[in-house]
């Protein structure tokens, strides 16, 4: 393969990369995306039917009235008595600060969450990677991505991102250490990269 045709085909590579950075992650932070096996959001929406105040935190939430939509799942999770339920709550809300931009923020609550909510700890990290890593924060994006476990149904996906991070942190050589376990063309064109980059 000529020089010429590996760097035209990295500036595609990169050119793709640039364009799913800034859509892919920021919906799978805001709670995007659809897994046959589990969506956390379609599970916990009946909540909402059976409580005023999520009803109206969902009610601002889809008119983009994303701060007194916060308010009120705020005082929601104050007012509910069961532990398990303030989870979801909480849950909700860092999607909440995910889709209002507030990347920083929701980042911050998926990580308190996964620690505390293991029914959802995997998506906790899942999201709060894709937030760090649409924020630049890629050494904890990608320490995020490396704590999802094996049995989550995007595991794939976050070891993907996870080498994506690591690329990003401009360490070749740990890019190809970590590259090397994925499969895929993604993962071909993350090894040329870090390849050449060794090379050069």
Not at 106 to 113: I, Q, S, T
């Amino acid at each position: 393969m000529s020089v010429a045709l590996l760097f035209f085909l990295l500036f595609l590579h990169a050119v793709d990369v640039q364009a799913r950075d800034r859509g892919v992650c920021i919906e799978a932070a805001a709670g995007g995306g659809s897994d046959a096996a589990f969506d956390p959001d379609k599970e916990l929406a009946p909540l909402t039917g059976r409580h005023q105040k999520l009803a109206n935190a969902a009610r601002l939430r889809a008119a983009g009235k994303f701060d007194k939509a916060d308010k009120e799942y705020e005082a929601a999770e104050k007012a509910l008595t069961d532990p398990e339920l303030k989870l979801r709550v909480a849950y909700l809300r860092a999607g909440l600060s995910a889709e209002a931009g507030r990347l920083r923020e929701a980042a911050d609550r998926y990580l308190a969450l996964a620690g505390r909510y293991v029914l959802l700890a995997d998506w906790c990290l899942y999201r709060a990677g894709n937030a760090l890593f649409e924020l630049g924060e890629f050494e904890e994006s990608a320490g995020a991505f490396a704590r999802v476990s094996g049995s989550f149904p995007r595991h794939s996906a976050a070891r993907g991102m996870r080498c994506r991070a690591i690329s990003r942190l401009g360490s070749p050589a740990a890019t190809v250490v970590c590259v090397d376990s994925l499969s895929g063309p993604e993962a071909d064109l993350l090894l040329l990269q870090a390849r050449a980059a060794l090379d050069a």
